[in-house]
Each structure stands twice: as structure tokens, then as C-alpha cells.
């Protein structure tokens, strides 16, 4: 078979199969949508709009429930005098067991802030000033309910403590998860009493409130609705008074299918399978010689790619070689320091004939002390550069830990404070050198940074969250114009002396091939934050 030919029963074959597989295509959508019917819609809507409302609900009661909990707790009780310290304790346990709680304040009987704790970037804080309750238009013997309804939905609980004589309690609990996850056949607004769009689960170009998007006699109707269909393709279900979810069937989706097309369709694939089996034959053995040898090609291409990114791996550990020993020369100056004071001592004890077997016994245990102090950094620095061999399960605060010890000279020398903090931690599976490779490539750039911008406090903060790991520091965060370059090989800010540019595209690759996660930065109010995500 001559070279043309061969090229145009390719086309041709490929044409055939593409032609065969958009009208399958086709057929099953139609096939599956077919069901997909008006009426339908209005049985399945209703069952959604249900389960939303029930979680909206739950959780509004969850809050109210946690209000007059407080509120009737013996804390706040004018009977004990209870330390402000105490008080803290259970606001902050209350904050920690319930995602959803966003802030905790106690006001007193004039509405004065006595004491309140929030969230502020996953910590819990808790802090005095002299805010003050509204009290006016408030029944002071019932609970204070109300939303606060933006771009998220939040609970503001207000509890007199018997009936406002000894104070407030004031609740505010942020929605979650009341929203289905799938709006694949219909599309979800949210609006206020007025009718002004809070939420939209599909782009509303510059519509702000229903009366954009609908004729003035559907939004008004809307509006008017609690719970019932405006159409037979929208349905309105209020959550509150100030709350109302409209459902909108997905025209672009669900669609009813002409039986005729069906059977066109159908008849369509019947022929193309037909004939396609004969082609299929004529054509299998030169497309079979021509994918065996792109698959031979694409296998030698894989594994030179796997070569490469080895030879960079290498090359990355290699370029943090010097760091290292920079590292074993800061931790073992000390100790070399001490071993010399220590021989000068048994040098002076031997002069002055003051040297004892219990004299030489005490020099002997701190000697070793020092010796097996450099012989740990030493091992530390072998099992860094030492490749492992298969993938293990390990805790990253493991890791965390055995890499701060690589560096604690380096961090010392440059004044660094370092603070972990492991929240809640999973284990991770894959090789632990590379892992390591990741945190001291982060943790070494962060150090160098603090100390090229000369940052007085030098901080540094690492999370442990489940399979989200992060490495803050305060050294004003990542220039805007280069963020999006960091983790390009070859790319640094250093001079060349000084850095290859390969360690974060390095910890990029590490991390997104053989952790099958992603590394990302932000910049924070104290610089930059780097994220590995598992």
C-alpha cells in the first residue's frame, strides 16, 4: 500500500468513526433526556426544594436551640461569680465543636459587649470592647432571630438571659450545605422579599433583581408566591420572610425529543455500524502497525520524560547540597565548641593533678553527648539524600519535624521563630525523601526571603489540616507580576550564585505526579502562604 493511500483510508476510516460516534451521541441523549419530561420536573423539584428546606431549617434551629442553651446556662447567673476565664473556656469549646458558629458575644443587662469570641483564619478569638447591643424594638423576654441574607446566609440569634435581667447571648452561625451539589436540569436564584438577586447558580449578566430577568406579571407572581409553581417551569419555595429559592427548569438540557428523530437516529447507527464493520476489517492491520509503533514511540518519549524529571529530582537535591552543609556547619559549632572547652578542662584538671576516675567518667558521658549530637545531624543529612526505594504510609508532622531539625542551625543563625501547629492529620502515601524535598525546598526559600527583605520578627507559621498542609511567613508575600511564575523551571529571583529556579517547579512535580495533589500560593496580611494539597 502506497504512502497516499495509506493517509487517505486513515482519513477516511477516522471520518467514518467520528461521523458513527457523534450520532451515538446524539441518540443517547436523546434517549436520555426523553424521560426528562415538564411533568417530571414538577415531581422531582418539589422532593429537591423539600430536602433544602428541611437542612435550611435544621440548621436555623440548630442555632436558635444553641442560644437558649447558652442563655440558660449557670455561667451567666448572677448566683455564681464565675471568672471571665471560664466563661472564654466554653465559648471557645462551643466554637471549636460547631463549624457553623461563626461568633459568640455576652452583653450584659445594658447591651454592652462583656465578652465574645469569633473565628478569625481558623483560629478562635476572643476579645472586649465596648460594642453595644440595638435593644429598641426588641421584645426583651423572646428570642431575636433574624438572617443576614449577601453572598452567604447567616443566623444573628439574639437570647435574653432570664428575661434580660442578667444580659444577652448573641449567636451568629454561618449555612452550610443547604445547596444541592448537582444543577444539571435546573438552576437555582435567590432572592429577597423585594425580589433583589442574592444567589444565581448561572450567569445573570447584570440583572439585579427578578423583574430583569422575568416580564413584570411572572415576577410579580413570583414575589407573591410561598410555595408553589409560578409556571410549569419555575417553582418557588420561601425558606423565611426575607428568603424565597426559585427553581427554574434548564431549557438547554432537558428537552422533549420527537419520537420521529429518535427513530432516524437509531436508523442512522444501524447503517453506519454496517458498513462500519467491513471498513473496520479492510482497515485493522495498517491502523494496528501504525499504533503499534506510535506506542512503541510514545513509551520510549514516557520514558525519557521519566529521566529527565529523575535527572532534575537529582539536580534539585543536589542544588540544595550546599544549603545542607551549611546547615551541619551551624550545628556542629556548638558542640565542637563545647568538646574543646571540655579537653582544656581535663587539660587543666591533669596539669593541676585533679584528675579523678569520676572527673574523667564525667568528661567521658558529656563528650559523648556532643558526639552523638553531630552523629545525628550527620545521619539526618544521609537519610535526606538517601533515595527511597518503595512508597510508604507517613504522617507529615514526621516529616515536619525531621526537616526543621536539617535546618535548625540555618533557622537559629537568621533569628527565625517557627511555629507548627497540626490541627488534625491523615497519613500520606508515597516516598518520604521526596515529601521532605517539598517542605525544606518552601521552608528554605521562606528563610531567604525573610532575610533578603531584612523583616524584623522573623515568623514563620506551619498548618496541618487533614490533607491540607500550610507554610506562612511574614515576609510581605509574592509580587503580583511574578506569581504566576514561580513554579516555572528554571525561574528564580536570586542571583544565579545563588538559586537554579528549579526547587518549587521541583516541589510542583513531586507533588502533582506522585502524590496526585497541587501546590498552590496566596499572599496573606503576613505574606506568603503556600499550600500543598493531598
Not at 443547604?178 to 447584570?206: Q, W
Not at 429559592?245 to 432537558?254: D, G
Amino acid at each position: 500500500m502506497k504512502s497516499h493511500d495509506f493517509k487517505f483510508d486513515i482519513i477516511f476510516a477516522f471520518s467514518l468513526f467520528a461521523f458513527i460516534l457523534i450520532i451515538s451521541v446524539t441518540y443517547s441523549a436523546i434517549y436520555i433526556f426523553t424521560d426528562l419530561t415538564t411533568k417530571e420536573f414538577k415531581e422531582k423539584i418539589k422532593i429537591v426544594a423539600n430536602n433544602m428546606y428541611y437542612n435550611y431549617k435544621q440548621q436555623e434551629d440548630n442555632v436558635k436551640n444553641t442560644t437558649i442553651a447558652l442563655a440558660k446556662n449557670d455561667i451567666f447567673s448572677l448566683k455564681f461569680n464565675v471568672s471571665p476565664i471560664i466563661i472564654k473556656s466554653v465559648l471557645k469549646s462551643m466554637l471549636y465543636a460547631n463549624s457553623s458558629l461563626e461568633e459568640i458575644n455576652y452583653f450584659n443587662s445594658y447591651g454592652k459587649l462583656v465578652l465574645g469570641c469569633e473565628r478569625f483564619k481558623g483560629e478562635v478569638v476572643c476579645y472586649k470592647e465596648g460594642r453595644y447591643l440595638k435593644l429598641e424594638n426588641f421584645d426583651l423576654k423572646e428570642i431575636l432571630f433574624k438572617e443576614n441574607f449577601g453572598k452567604v446566609i447567616k443566623f444573628i440569634s439574639i437570647s435574653p438571659i432570664e428575661n434580660s435581667k442578667k444580659g444577652f447571648i448573641e449567636v451568629i452561625a454561618k449555612i452550610n450545605n443547604f445547596l444541592p451539589k448537582d444543577y444539571t436540569f435546573y438552576n437555582i436564584i435567590m432572592i429577597d422579599s423585594k425580589g433583589n438577586i442574592k444567589f444565581s447558580t448561572f450567569n445573570v449578566f447584570n440583572a439585579k433583581n427578578i423583574y430583569d430577568l422575568f416580564n413584570y406579571f411572572l415576577s410579580d407572581k413570583i414575589l407573591k408566591i410561598n410555595n408553589g409553581f409560578a409556571s410549569d417551569d419555575i417553582y418557588v419555595k420561601s425558606f423565611s420572610p426575607n428568603i424565597k429559592v426559585v427553581f427554574i427548569q434548564n431549557k438547554s438540557v432537558i428537552t422533549k425529543t420527537n419520537k420521529a428523530s429518535q427513530k432516524l437516529v437509531l436508523i442512522m447507527i444501524i447503517i453506519s455500524i454496517v458498513v462500519a464493520i467491513p471498513l473496520g476489517i479492510f482497515f485493522s492491520r495498517p491502523l494496528y502497525k501504525f499504533y503499534e509503533e506510535l506506542d512503541k514511540r510514545v513509551k520510549e518519549e514516557i520514558e525519557r520524560r521519566r529521566e529527565k524529571e529523575q535527572m532534575l529530582i537529582t539536580q534539585s537535591k543536589l542544588a540544595a547540597l550546599g544549603e545542607m552543609l551549611g546547615n551541619i556547619a551551624h550545628q556542629w559549632r556548638h558542640p565542637l565548641t563545647r568538646l574543646s572547652l571540655l579537653i582544656q578542662n581535663l587539660e587543666m584538671a591533669f596539669n593541676m593533678g585533679k584528675l579523678n576516675k569520676e572527673r574523667f567518667l564525667k568528661f567521658k558521658e558529656q563528650a559523648m553527648l556532643q558526639i552523638d549530637y553531630m552523629s545525628t545531624t550527620i545521619d539526618d543529612f544521609t537519610n535526606f539524600f538517601k533515595r527511597d526505594t518503595k512508597k510508604v504510609y507517613f504522617l507529615p508532622s514526621e516529616i515536619i519535624k525531621d526537616t526543621l531539625n536539617l535546618i535548625d542551625g540555618r533557622i537559629k543563625q537568621n533569628g527565625v521563630d517557627v511555629e507548627v501547629r497540626i490541627i488534625e492529620e491523615k497519613e500520606i502515601y508515597g516516598f518520604k525523601t521526596e515529601f521532605s524535598q517539598v517542605v525544606l525546598n518552601i521552608l528554605n526559600n521562606a528563610v531567604d526571603v525573610l532575610k533578603e527583605r531584612n523583616i524584623k520578627n522573623k515568623k514563620i507559621w506551619i498548618r496541618v489540616n487533614k490533607n491540607l498542609i500550610e507554610i506562612e511567613d511574614n515576609a510581605g508575600g509574592v509580587p503580583d507580576d511574578i506569581k504566576d511564575k514561580i513554579f516555572e523551571p528554571y525561574f528564580t529571583t536570586k542571583f544565579q550564585s545563588q538559586g537554579t529556579g528549579i526547587g518549587l517547579y521541583m516541589s510542583k512535580v513531586i507533588i502533582t505526579k506522585h502524590f496526585n495533589g497541587d501546590i498552590k500560593v496566596y499572599n496573606s496580611q503576613n505574606g506568603a502562604v503556600f499550600q500543598i494539597i493531598l
